[in-house]
């Protein structure tokens, strides 16, 4: 076992090693003092990272008032979070109808200028439409399912602490599915992965013949990087076939794994990603989706020709600048969507059997790996808590938040061998994001300067009022958001 890593650290040439607690420190000792009765109010403590909540869960207690009163609060708080945006879906288009109308009347008779901010208007219209709906649809529920699994992870895991505690004093943990993690590399996970390897590079052609695939990050030291991490990760995890890794030039947040073994890295996760754990946790994490096949017993409900049908006609109403119904238009614009989206539905699929199960293997690939175990739950806090609910929007509809997930992740650490060193960080990845910051300006510079047909037909629009959002902003300050105006004259004041 990490003979690669050892092997590096013996050479005393680059990895910086942070060494980290083992996780019997860091949680609850049976020693520890009874729980007392919380005097912070219950919500405040859904703003804290899911790490901190398992440590903190065991030693505070609520009264069943508080909880009934914090669960109505939420779920009041989605209601009219999401009444309010379906509101202003309902407010935008009845205004790009009665600007239609206005076009239609003035008919000839318009002059250039009229026609033209009308023209804007409409189109600014679309996409503050678009983008409530998008709000309402994606960004709200997810909010409010992550503040959701923290309450119940703060209610329920003192007793599932317990029970994982005797379990592992018993050695029953040893029954567990997948407990054989010293035979990781020599496993049966889910029979031939070699047979996916067909299906997953005709999946990689139909992306890229549909246009849907985006180019590849040109920066080889960028690419080798995330290469040598996955590679180390596959060599010590279940994977049988040879991986193929490429970095996309992406703003979504997101990282996918098509069968047989080609992973697909986006540029917006490799922003978001603060130490080599977190990137070694998401990819494990998707390696472990091609080792247990996730993807071939998908396939059984769906063909490729079936996906790619759905992919090519968001990708002609793309590029023909029609706006879809379905948010797709400001989606697109934002990053919120786009590829992940489309292929996750549909070939990635969403099924909580099948993420509890990439969730077990991937940790158990990352501890086989010699890294901190805890970067995947760290990198998915950060993507629920401060990146959001708005940039994280196509990461949480392939990884939903629901606590069974964190409550499984939690077990499996505490259920492995303790490691003497687990891997944090290291200076290659500092390395790497240091090559990553003109690769993302020179992205971002050009997203400015050449509009894509994204922006619509009409050219030389003001475009609307961007949302106003601050990383780590609580949900409710975005439920406050007021309808902003299509288009901002001198005089407006940005409220109505
Ligand atoms: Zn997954």
Known sequence: MNTQLSRITAAGLTLVMVHLPCMASLAQSPLSPAPAASTQPLHDYLQKPYLELFEIAPTVTFTSTDVTAERQALKQGENSCRDRFKDHTKQYGRQVDQARTE????????????????HCRIQNLEQLRSEAEVLAGQAIPNAYDNLGAKLDLLLLWPEQYRKAQS???????????????????????????????????????????????????????????????????????????????????SREINAFALPGGYLFIERGLLEQVDDEAELAGVIAHEIAHDTAR???????????????????????????????????????????????????LKLLGISRDFELEADQLGIQYAWNSGYDTTGFVRFFD???????????????????????????????????PKERDQIVQTSEFLEMKKQLAPVVAAAQK????????????????????????????????????PLRPAVVTETASGCE
């Open 103 to 118: 076009l239609k009347k003035g008919g000839e008779a318009l002059d250039n200028t009229a026609r033209h901010d009308l």
């Open 167 to 249: 379990e592992l004093a018993s050695g029953t943990h040893q029954q567990r599915r997948w407990a054989d993690v010293k035979d990781i590399g020599f496993r049966d996970i889910a029979g031939r992965q070699q047979d996916d390897i067909k299906t997953g590079q005709q999946a990689v052609d139909e992306l890229k013949r549909t246009g849907l695939l985006p180019p590849a990050v040109e920066s080889k030291p960028i690419q080798e990087y995330v290469k040598s991490v996955a590679d180390r990760v596959a060599q010590h995890s279940d994977l049988k076939v040879p991986l193929h890794v490429t970095v996309l030039q």
């Open 294 to 344: 996730h993807g071939h017993k998908l396939m059984k409900r769906a063909t490729i020709a079936g996906i790619f049908y759905q992919a090519a006609q968001i990708a002609a109403v793309v590029l023909t600048g029609g706006v879809a119904g379905i948010g797709m238009y400001y989606a697109l614009q934002y990053g919120f969507y786009g590829l992940g989206m489309v292929l996750s």
């Open 382 to 416: 950060k993507i629920a808590t401060k990146a959001g609910y708005i940039n994280g929007a196509s990461w949480f509809r392939t990884h939903p938040p629901f606590f069974e997930r964190m409550f499984a992740s939690q077990r499996e650490m505490m259920f492995l």
């Open 446 to 481: 050009e997203e400015k300067e050449k509009p894509s047909l994204l922006l619509g037909k009409e050219e030389g629009c003001t475009p609307p009022p961007k949302l106003e959002y601050k990383p780590g902003q609580p949900i409710e300050t975005l439920c406050a958001t």
